[in-house]
């Protein structure tokens, strides 16, 4: 054995066991995959990244610039600037009827930031996060590092996935800590409504030790006519519902990095204690766009959501005319979440696909389209295709799948 081969396989001995237990994200892999086919001359679609492909709107990059301009330059408070603070507390009650004051927000490196920070604050060894599925992939992987037990609840796919009430208290244990969800979803674009919602906290409200983690960071891009509700604005949960939210897919700021919590005042002082031992404060001149954002028009994410949906029909009504694909139609985000199952144990004569991890990695290097594997999101069955991509690398894309399903037997 070369050194070098002897020194590749002792490394990984040497990490921290938290570490080595830690699943890599299966979107980010798949995105740098792509990059790599990309890179060496392939026409590749990308469609695995969450990430929007409009720009910034211009009066939040003027603020940043002004910022920059007026000396923005230093360390910022670990928990935000206040007028940021005050901009998402104003937010909250504009928008999900949340009343929370600055000294309930801590502004953080992202929303995903901000659910890891509330876990370590909240979960110790062995208490269990009832978490929804399908769910994003980074939500168990936080439960773990923070040496808790994920609870997978799945959301039936005759039920748009969404978990319903009873399945939730079935979950319950006297180790339940936290009830995690997303709406609008990220894989499937499910959105709960305030029945659902209401019907669910009902449950809550009998368990006074357990909180929830909302994750709203989709709350703009929603396609249905009642719009959004936050479980946060149930009185009887106030205190035990921590919002999540940011500035990246409603306002096209993925890069910027600003997400946000809304909590009790003893949870916000726990993130921010954490925080400051970790990160500190976060970038000071996108906190300054962030400001402008919350406080600015929503006019152009509002343009971002009608192409979103509009995306949505394109991409829905052209996948469902895929032999074997099983699709439902999503409210808000997106993302398509194709139930491929059909074509699990078909072959194309050299490759077989075994299940959804499969399906992605060949669909990507025979037809140079990458899509992510629901396996990653709790959901074996089904691939993600992001629909954050214009209409017409949308409709090839989905044209290059029909071509290669037509080659599996």
Sequence with gaps: MSAVAEQTQVEPRLLADRINALEE???LAMT?????????????????????????????CEAAKKAIDDGFHGYSPVAGYPDLRKAIADKLKRDNNIDWKPENIVVSTGAKHSLANVIQVLINPGDEVVIFAPYWVSYSEMVKLAEGKSVIVEGAFDNDFKVTAAQLEAAITPRTKIVMYASPNNPTGSVYSEAELRAIGAVLEKHEDIYVLADEIYEYINFTEAGHFSMGSIPALKDRVITVNGVAKGFAMTGWRIGFIGAAK????????????????TNSIAQKAATAAFNGPLDATREMTKAYARR?????????????????????AFYAFPDVSYYFGKSDGTTLIKDSDDFCNWLLNNSFV?????????????IRISTAAADEALAE??????????TLK
């Design 25 to 27: 994200s299966s979107t």
């Design 32 to 60: 740098k995959m792509a990059r790599e086919l990309a890179a060496q001359g392939h026409k590749v679609i990308s469609l695995s990244v969450g990430e929007p492909d409009f720009k910034t709107p211009a009066f939040i």
């Design 266 to 281: 003893w949870i916000a002082d726990g993130v921010e204690k954490l925080q400051g031992q970790v990160t500190s404060g």
């Design 312 to 332: 949505r029909d394109l991409v829905i009504g052209l996948l469902k005319e895929i032999p074997g694909f099983k699709v439902n139609v999503p409210d808000g």
């Design 370 to 382: 990458s899509t992510v594997a629901g396996s990653g999101f709790g959901a074996p069955n089904c």
């Design 397 to 406: 894309a989905v044209q290059r799948i029909k071509d290669a399903m037509a």
